[in-house]
């Protein structure tokens, strides 16, 4: 029967890293078939949409590199480190223990859970190499490799009464904390990104961001080169343990079958 759940379990990876492999394929080829444009170039092409009657509709996916900058309202502060910045997510996660008695043994149950995150969905800017200015909508979107500033565990200390001067400890707190774990991560302004989405011009200006049909919306610390060649490493990989995992997922579950 061990055999049996083996082999599922192998065949449950399989089909989670062939999702993961198209995945990666699909965002290489995105990347391959989009111009990087510089601003200036995406404002002449909105222009000649203004000129034909469709002001408001000009879409364009397309790539633009350049420095984060803030904001016309000014920085964000980061809530956990209080970091200037364009972009910032913070994870505060709660580790445990839990103590249960099976067959007149104890076990030990560890385990984590998230108790608050937030990521920023507020605007920011990017300036090309030739200084020209395009909005970017970050629309709740992970960015790939941004600055992690916070990364601590702070362990649980329940205080009980204090009697003569004496701290005892909280004989009720039965919660098993261990301690909380907090991380947070920021974009600084300056910082060099590489985006990959949609330029349209619906609130006026030129943003980038989601596209509103198919397609990728990948903003990034890294290079375009740095992105492309992660990609196809991973693919590579994948393309080569799927394989491997699904064989080894199939033979495990017939010989738990046979067996």
Same mark, same amino acid.
């Given at each position: 029967m061990a055999v049996v759940i083996v082999g599922v379990v192998l065949l449950v990876a399989v $089909? +989670?890293?062939? #999702?993961?492999?198209?995945?990666?394929?699909? /965002?290489?080829h995105a990347m391959i078939g989009a111009e990087t444009l510089p601003v200036n170039e995406l404002e002449l092409l909105r222009k000649a949409s203004d000129e034909v009657g469709a002001r408001g509709g000009f879409r364009k996916e397309c790539e633009v590199v350049g420095a984060a900058r803030p904001r016309p309202e000014g920085v964000l502060i980061s809530e956990l480190s209080k970091t200037e910045c364009v972009?910032?997510?913070? @994870? @505060?996660?709660?580790? #445990? /223990?839990? =103590?249960r008695y099976r067959d007149g043994r104890r076990h030990v149950?560890? !385990?984590?859970?998230? =108790?608050? *995150?937030?990521?920023?969905? *507020?605007?920011?800017? %990017?300036?090309?190499?030739?200084?020209? %200015?395009i909005g970017v909508d970050p629309n709740g979107t992970k960015p790939d490799r941004p600055e992690? +500033? =916070?990364d601590r565990f702070e362990p649980?200390?329940?205080q009980g009464p204090t009697v003569f001067g004496f701290q005892l400890?909280?004989? %009720?707190?039965?919660? !098993?904390?261990?301690?909380?774990? #907090?991380?947070?991560? =920021?974009?600084r302004p300056g910082r060099w990104l590489y985006i990959l989405g949609e330029a349209h011009d619906k609130i006026g200006p030129l943003v980038i961001g989601k596209p509103e049909q198919k397609g990728f919306f990948i903003i990034s610390t890294r290079s375009e080169q740095e992105v492309r060649d992660s990609l196809r490493t991973?693919?590579? %990989?994948? $393309?080569? !343990?799927?394989? $491997?995992? $699904?064989?080894?997922?199939i033979v495990c579950v017939v010989l738990g079958i046979v067996l």
């Amino acid at each position: 029967m061990a055999v049996v759940i083996v082999g599922v379990v192998l065949l449950v990876a399989v $089909a +989670v890293g062939f #999702y993961f492999m198209r995945r990666a394929r699909d /965002e290489l080829h995105a990347m391959i078939g989009a111009e990087t444009l510089p601003v200036n170039e995406l404002e002449l092409l909105r222009k000649a949409s203004d000129e034909v009657g469709a002001r408001g509709g000009f879409r364009k996916e397309c790539e633009v590199v350049g420095a984060a900058r803030p904001r016309p309202e000014g920085v964000l502060i980061s809530e956990l480190s209080k970091t200037e910045c364009v972009w910032f997510r913070y @994870v @505060v996660k709660r580790r #445990y /223990e839990r =103590v249960r008695y099976r067959d007149g043994r104890r076990h030990v149950d560890r !385990g984590s859970e998230t =108790v608050a *995150e937030h990521t920023s969905w *507020e605007g920011y800017a %990017l300036r090309d190499g030739h200084g020209m %200015l395009i909005g970017v909508d970050p629309n709740g979107t992970k960015p790939d490799r941004p600055e992690q +500033v =916070v990364d601590r565990f702070e362990p649980h200390n329940p205080q009980g009464p204090t009697v003569f001067g004496f701290q005892l400890p909280n004989i %009720l707190d039965n919660s !098993g904390t261990v301690g909380y774990e #907090y991380k947070e991560w =920021v974009i600084r302004p300056g910082r060099w990104l590489y985006i990959l989405g949609e330029a349209h011009d619906k609130i006026g200006p030129l943003v980038i961001g989601k596209p509103e049909q198919k397609g990728f919306f990948i903003i990034s610390t890294r290079s375009e080169q740095e992105v492309r060649d992660s990609l196809r490493t991973q693919h590579r %990989l994948l $393309a080569f !343990g799927i394989p $491997a995992a $699904a064989l080894a997922g199939i033979v495990c579950v017939v010989l738990g079958i046979v067996l």
